[in-house]
């Protein structure tokens, strides 16, 4: 960082805290790996028959593929994160973390719009 730059930051602030990158990193796990919980629980009950809506889905092809992927995604993600925390990419980091829920959310949504019933 170049002087000019370093004298426009207000007072005290200090550019080598990273605890909000503590703090976002635990909100976004929070939201990733309670997904993830709630995925082995299907799952679980998918593959032993008795998934109730998950079930009426009739998840094939694709689709299943896409569903069955989550802890792959989950967990490359974490790792491009922790990545990224090396290089000292800390807001990068937090959007890899929260990466897989958003796209949870877009799989919901292609579910519910895209999927040919």
Same mark, same amino acid.
Do not use: C, K, N
């Given at each position: 960082?170049? *002087?000019?730059?370093? *004298?426009? =930051?207000? %007072?005290?602030?200090?550019?080598?805290? &990273?605890?909000?990158?503590v703090f976002g990193w635990v909100f976004a796990?929070?939201?990733?790996?309670?997904?993830? =919980? $709630?995925?082995?629980? #299907?799952? @679980?009950?998918?593959?032993?028959?008795?998934?109730?809506?998950?079930? &009426?889905?009739?998840?094939? #092809?694709?689709?299943?593929? =896409? $569903?069955?992927? /989550?802890? !792959?995604? $989950? @967990?490359? !993600?974490? =790792?491009?994160? #922790?990545v990224l925390v090396a290089l000292r990419r800390?807001?990068?980091?937090?959007?890899?973390? #929260?990466? +897989?829920?958003?796209?949870?959310?877009?799989? /919901? $949504? %292609?579910? @519910? /719009?895209? &999927? +040919?019933?």
């Amino acid at each position: 960082m170049d *002087q000019a730059t370093h *004298q426009a =930051l207000p %007072a005290g602030l200090d550019l080598d805290d &990273r605890s909000p990158t503590v703090f976002g990193w635990v909100f976004a796990l929070l939201g990733s790996g309670g997904l993830l =919980l $709630f995925w082995v629980m #299907g799952t @679980i009950s998918l593959l032993g028959g008795d998934a109730g809506t998950l079930m &009426r889905l009739e998840l094939e #092809g694709v689709w299943r593929t =896409l $569903f069955l992927s /989550y802890p !792959f995604v $989950f @967990i490359a !993600f974490v =790792l491009i994160g #922790g990545v990224l925390v090396a290089l000292r990419r800390d807001l990068e980091s937090i959007g890899a973390v #929260g990466t +897989p829920l958003a796209l949870a959310v877009l799989y /919901y $949504f %292609a579910l @519910i /719009y895209v &999927r +040919p019933v």
